[in-house]
């Protein structure tokens, strides 16, 4: 079958793919209903066995998260290095939300909560995995699908299992929705920052020159934190939350700013540590505390990444269609999986719009496309 030929065949599983998708969304699972995910794992272990693959539930080790499945699919050549897939399970949404975001195909847009972010994808990557099955062709590498139960929670529980499964590949597909019809090679890292300043409390009218006002401090220091931000290396800082002080009458003794700074690689993470870690005090006898939090570390545009993307550039023509790149400012499990130095292709999932706004939706007449392309990449890496 040519390629021309597969986009068809696709084509013609419109209907079974739009009633499996269907059959996942209307599962609400966010993500801290344990229950809810755990119900979403056990219909996709139940297809995975259908394919021939086999499953494995790793705990997640807390009440309130649901457990990951990992799905394995063998190879033509046991030896190589599988392929990873990530797609994940919970969504923002709570539960009934369906009877005001009821899942729904207007025109071209299929809607419903999850249908982007990312229930879509994971229909897509079962149905990739059919149509390799019922057509007879085989994947040269092991496929491993890693299905999380908590990637709208920072991923907390489920890194872990991320980087041994990383650990183990030769490359990793993120099927999150794209920009549009791109694929993203690059995505911004996520450091958090609390920066609390302490000075010495005295009385505000009493003994005004023997306190040392921690608010401000506070203050000139956000003043120049808040220059950091550099729109030509993609680094933004943003002083998010402060809170400080007791009483008006009271000179402050302590206060403290939360920052979100958003970072495009690995050379500006460093950078803006030692920035914000280096601050010394403006006023005399003022101490400062820096917390640093890495949340997600960049997915920067290596040459892994690049070929990777090459190589489903090149795939996508063949199969009839232009593929663009983009980069983005939201974070995946990519960011993770590419700052252990795999190669990650992201924004493999289906085309739409709308990941956690009532609008949410995927577009009909591009699931063929983007699911050949899968099946191509599976085959092919």
Same mark, same amino acid.
């Given at each position: 079958?040519?390629?021309?030929?597969?986009?068809?065949?696709?084509?013609?599983?419109?209907?079974?793919?739009?009633?499996?998708?269907?059959?996942?969304?209307?599962?609400?699972?966010?993500?801290?209903?344990?229950?809810?995910?755990?119900?979403?794992?056990?219909?996709?272990?139940?297809?995975?066995?259908?394919?021939?693959?086999?499953?494995? /539930?790793?705990?997640?080790?807390?009440?309130?998260?649901?457990?990951?499945?990992?799905?394995?699919?063998?190879?033509?050549?046991?030896?190589?290095?599988?392929?990873?897939?990530?797609?994940?399970?919970?969504? /923002?949404?709570?539960?009934?939300?369906?009877?005001?975001?009821?899942?729904?195909?207007?025109?071209?847009?299929?809607?419903?909560?999850?249908?982007?972010?990312?229930?879509?994808?994971?229909?897509?990557?079962?149905?990739?995995?059919?149509?390799?099955?019922?057509?007879?062709?085989?994947?040269?590498?092991?496929?491993?699908?890693?299905?999380?139960?908590?990637?709208?929670?920072?991923?907390?529980?489920?890194?872990?299992?991320?980087?041994?499964?990383?650990?183990?590949?030769?490359?990793?597909?993120?099927?999150?929705?794209?920009?549009?019809?791109?694929?993203?090679?690059?995505?911004?890292?996520?450091?958090?920052?609390?920066?609390?300043?302490?000075?010495?409390?005295?009385?505000?009218?009493?003994?005004?020159?023997?306190?040392?006002?921690?608010?401000?401090?506070?203050?000139?220091?956000?003043?120049?934190?808040?220059?950091?931000?550099?729109?030509?290396?993609?680094?933004?800082?943003?002083?998010?939350?402060?809170?400080?002080?007791?009483?008006?009458?009271?000179?402050?003794?302590?206060?403290? /700013?939360?920052?979100?700074?958003?970072?495009?690689?690995?050379?500006?993470?460093?950078?803006?540590?030692?920035?914000?870690?280096?601050?010394?005090?403006?006023?005399?006898?003022?101490?400062?505390? /820096?917390?640093?939090?890495?949340?997600?570390?960049?997915?920067?545009?290596?040459?892994?990444?690049?070929?990777?993307?090459?190589?489903?550039?090149?795939?996508?023509?063949?199969?009839?269609?232009?593929?663009?790149?983009?980069?983005?400012?939201?974070?995946?499990?990519?960011?993770?999986?590419?700052?252990?130095?795999?190669?990650?292709?992201?924004?493999?999932?289906?085309?739409?719009?709308?990941?956690?706004?009532?609008?949410?939706?995927?577009?009909?007449?591009?699931?063929?496309?983007?699911?050949?392309?899968?099946?191509?990449?599976?085959?092919?890496?």
């Amino acid at each position: 079958m040519n390629n021309n030929g597969l986009i068809k065949y696709i084509a013609g599983l419109e209907p079974e793919i739009i009633s499996f998708l269907k059959e996942i969304v209307e599962i609400e699972s966010p993500t801290y209903d344990r229950d809810a995910v755990n119900e979403v794992a056990a219909l996709l272990t139940k297809r995975v066995h259908e394919l021939g693959g086999i499953t494995e /539930v790793i705990p997640s080790g807390t009440e309130d998260r649901g457990d990951h499945l990992v799905a394995r699919f063998g190879g033509s050549n046991p030896t190589l290095k599988p392929i990873l897939v990530i797609a994940h399970m919970d969504t /923002v949404w709570k539960k009934g939300t369906l009877q005001e975001m009821p899942f729904k195909i207007e025109g071209n847009k299929i809607y419903g909560p999850g249908t982007f972010d990312m229930k879509g994808a994971i229909a897509f990557i079962l149905t990739a995995l059919k149509v390799i099955k019922d057509l007879g062709r085989r994947t040269k590498r092991p496929v491993t699908c890693l299905f999380n139960s908590d990637e709208e929670m920072n991923s907390a529980t489920s890194r872990e299992i991320i980087r041994i499964e990383a650990d183990k590949a030769d490359s990793v597909l993120i099927l999150e929705g794209g920009v549009g019809e791109a694929v993203i090679t690059a995505r911004k890292g996520i450091m958090y920052f609390k920066l609390t300043a302490k000075g010495k409390s005295s009385h505000a009218g009493m003994d005004h020159e023997k306190g040392i006002n921690a608010i401000e401090e506070l203050a000139h220091q956000i003043v120049e934190i808040q220059k950091l931000t550099n729109y030509d290396t993609g680094t933004t800082v943003s002083s998010g939350i402060v809170h400080g002080g007791t009483r008006t009458n009271v000179i402050p003794a302590e206060a403290a /700013v939360e920052i979100d700074a958003r970072v495009a690689n690995q050379g500006e993470v460093e950078k803006l540590k030692q920035e914000i870690e280096g601050r010394k005090p403006v006023l005399p006898g003022a101490v400062l505390d /820096v917390y640093t939090l890495i949340k997600r570390p960049p997915l920067d545009r290596t040459e892994g990444v690049a070929k990777l993307y090459r190589k489903a550039k090149q795939l996508a023509e063949e199969l009839g269609y232009p593929l663009p790149e983009a980069s983005t400012g939201a974070i995946s499990d990519g960011n993770l999986t590419a700052a252990q130095g795999v190669p990650t292709l992201d924004g493999l999932g289906p085309v739409g719009d709308g990941a956690h706004a009532v609008y949410e939706h995927i577009l009909k007449d591009k699931m063929a496309e983007r699911i050949a392309l899968l099946v191509r990449l599976l085959e092919e890496l």
